[in-house]
């Protein structure tokens, strides 16, 4: 028995681990001391708990717990790896490069350093959304002190050759920051394999709390320095003051230790899911476009474009699925993806695309009952597109 509404937008956030949760409950309520006050129990309590979950952070992405940095989540750690790192070295260059595709999180600060006098350089995709590593090598010049790009995209599930790029920062003395939010968790993240720097995650993508994050600041073998972006009690070792949310950075190490367990098996689980709803869509359903590489793509990530179909209207349509439109961070803007648009999709197809996000708690009986459920969807809209068409000649459909 399928229960409704199914969520399918695991993209836009995961429900909270009933064992992250469990993990977080005494810290509100029994162990609530500051994570500073650390001359009486409350406090040295909420700091060994903060010491282990900046432990079972570094664990996922093979990095020393030193170099994790906790903040609000990936968007803040976006905002203090570009804006700290073009800051802090504005006295060596001032050329930053990023991605045609990458979250408005990277994008947007970039525009604000832009203001600031720096100077941007914003690389394209091919029709799947990668970027060719020769593209940075042609585009780092003497001035460039830090390169951005996310390891795998959150709307159309693309993998980038991070490792291939990382090696040509290394060997340029360029900095590398990924936006691994999307990420990590769902497939393996080391930080040494792929050669970056700087790495931001966020807690609510990966089965825990809203509200917190990290960043990873590579000290080892070189170090990166960031310029603070929030003053205030010198807490994480000056880079970002505010008194620590002990619950919060407790869920998000319990919910890394977690992904480090199951990531194995959960990812092959979720990718056959992943690929029976395709396949069942394909076949269903003419007129089905695959956006994003066909194989170096995020396992929980399928992102179709539907002819003659709205994607909005397909969402409206189906109250009983959990689905987007694309960047839950950006629905409120008009207008097609930017991501959409620039692995070559023309208005309407951008129009017509809908992002599925298969996650932890998904079952083969609600992938079986979406793929029923959308092919009937799609085709009782296309002929009420067709039925208006005829009673409207000359207007155009969809």
């Not at 399928?2 to 681990?17: F, K, S």
């Not at 609000?72 to 203090?80: F, I, P, R, V, Y």
């Not at 599930?157 to 939010?181: F, K, M, N, S, Y």
């Amino acid at each position: 028995m399928v229960q409704l509404p199914i969520y399918l937008d695991n993209h836009a956030t995961t429900r909270c681990d009933p064992r992250v949760v469990a993990a977080m409950l005494p810290y509100f309520t029994e162990k609530y001391g500051n994570a500073a006050s650390i001359n009486h129990v409350f406090g040295t309590e909420a700091q060994e708990a903060v010491a282990r979950a900046r432990r079972q952070v570094a664990e996922l992405i093979g990095a020393s717990d030193s170099e994790i940095i906790f903040t609000s989540g990936a968007t803040e750690s976006n905002n203090l790896a570009l804006k700290g790192v073009a800051r802090m070295y504005r006295h060596k260059g001032n050329h930053l490069i990023t991605v045609a595709t990458e979250h408005k999180a990277v994008l947007d600060p970039c525009k604000r350093l832009a203001h600031e006098g720096y100077e941007v350089t914003i690389l394209p995709v091919d029709e799947w959304g990668l970027l060719d590593p020769q593209q940075v090598a042609e585009a780092i010049r003497p001035q460039t002190i830090l390169v951005s790009v996310m390891l795998a995209n959150n709307e159309i599930g693309t993998l980038q050759p991070l490792a291939d790029i990382g090696r040509i920062c290394r060997e340029r003395g360029v900095w590398l920051h990924t936006d691994a939010a999307q990420a990590v968790g769902k497939i393996p993240v080391h930080v040494d394999q792929l050669q970056v720097d700087l790495l931001s995650l966020s807690g609510h993508k990966i089965y825990g709390p809203k509200g917190v994050g990290a960043l990873y600041l590579r000290k080892r073998d070189r170090r990166v320095r960031v310029e603070p972006q929030i003053d205030g009690g010198g807490q994480e070792s000056g880079l970002r003051s505010g008194t620590l949310p002990v619950p919060l950075i407790v869920g998000l190490g319990e919910a890394c230790r977690l992904c480090r367990e199951l990531m194995p098996e959960e990812s092959q689980r979720i990718r056959e899911l992943r690929d029976r709803l395709w396949l069942g869509l394909r076949n269903g359903v003419d007129g089905i476009r695959l956006n994003g590489h066909p194989t170096h793509r995020l396992p929980n990530n399928l992102n179709v474009s539907f002819a003659g179909v709205k994607g909005e209207a397909l969402l409206l349509a189906m109250k009983d699925v959990a689905v987007s439109t694309g960047s839950a961070c950006t629905t409120a803007r008009l207008g097609p993806s930017h991501v959409l648009k620039a692995i070559g999709l023309d208005d309407e197809q951008a129009d017509a695309s809908v992002r599925f996000g298969l996650g932890r708690f998904n079952t083969e009986a609600e992938i079986d009952w979406v793929i029923a459920h959308v092919i009937e969807t799609v085709r009782q809209l296309r002929r009420h597109a067709t039925m208006w068409a005829e009673k409207s000649p000359g207007v155009p459909v969809g």
